[in-house]
Each structure stands twice: as C-alpha cells, then as structure tokens.
C-alpha cells in the first residue's frame, strides 16, 4: 500500500511559476515510476508527466511540454512538478499516481495508487 498526498499547488497569475511536491509513505517509490495528471472542471483527467523509477526517462503531453518539468527524490520519497510559464487553461486539480510497470503511462489505467490532489489555479 502507497499513500500519496500532493502539495504545492495555488493561485498564480498567467506566466508565474508553481512547483507540486508528491510525498509517499507506506512504501518505497523507488519501487514506482509515476505519473502527473490533471483534471479541470468539466472535463476528464489527462496526462500530464511519467518519470520513470530511477528518474532518468521523462515524458510528457504536448500541452505542457517545454513548460513543465517532474523530477525524483527517492531518498525523500518525493516527486516534483516544475511548472513555468503558467497558463490560464492550466488550471486543474493535479494528482500523481504510481505506476509499476512503467508501461501505458497516458492512460489512468496504468496507474494503482493515486493522491487526493493540489488545485492549481492560474488567473488571467
């Protein structure tokens, strides 16, 4: 069993930056590569970002490519989400997610244990 728990998230103006935090206990997430999805009112979650488990292959939607950047601490059992150059229509409810196999990354399926997620809001 993973817990996870989101952090980080906020309001920030169009351009500014945020960076999500994803803390697990009850296992080591060394043992799972994971995902960054998000879901906005009225729409279904997305993919957002996969790191694999040692952090050394990332992936990401093209909506967010070049903006954002995940990255791993596995001695303090962390993901990261480097978000730049915010943009309105990335407003959303961001979650992360472990994945054991590193396999269908874009689909929530691939995905066993999730966040309660951070609300990000970026004003216009």
């Known amino acids: 069993q993973v817990q996870l728990v989101e952090s980080g998230g906020g309001l920030v103006q169009a351009g500014g930056s945020l960076r999500l935090s994803c803390a697990a206990s009850?296992?080591?997430?060394?043992?799972?590569?994971v995902g960054w999805f998000r879901q906005a009112p009225g729409k279904e979650r997305e993919f957002v970002a996969a790191?694999?488990?040692?952090?050394?292959?990332?992936h990401y939607s093209d909506s967010v490519k070049g903006r954002f950047t995940t990255s791993r601490d596995n001695a303090k059992n962390t993901i990261y989400l480097q978000m730049n150059n915010l943009k309105p229509e990335d407003t959303a409810v961001y979650y992360c997610?472990?994945?054991?196999?590193?396999?269908?990354?874009?689909?929530?399926?691939?995905?066993?244990?999730w966040g309660q997620g951070t609300q990000v809001t970026v004003s216009s």
């Open positions: 997610a472990t994945n054991p196999s590193y396999t269908d990354t874009y689909s929530n399926s691939g995905y066993n244990y």
């Open positions: 790191i694999s488990w040692s952090g050394t292959d990332t």
């Open positions: 009850g296992r080591t997430l060394s043992s799972y590569a």
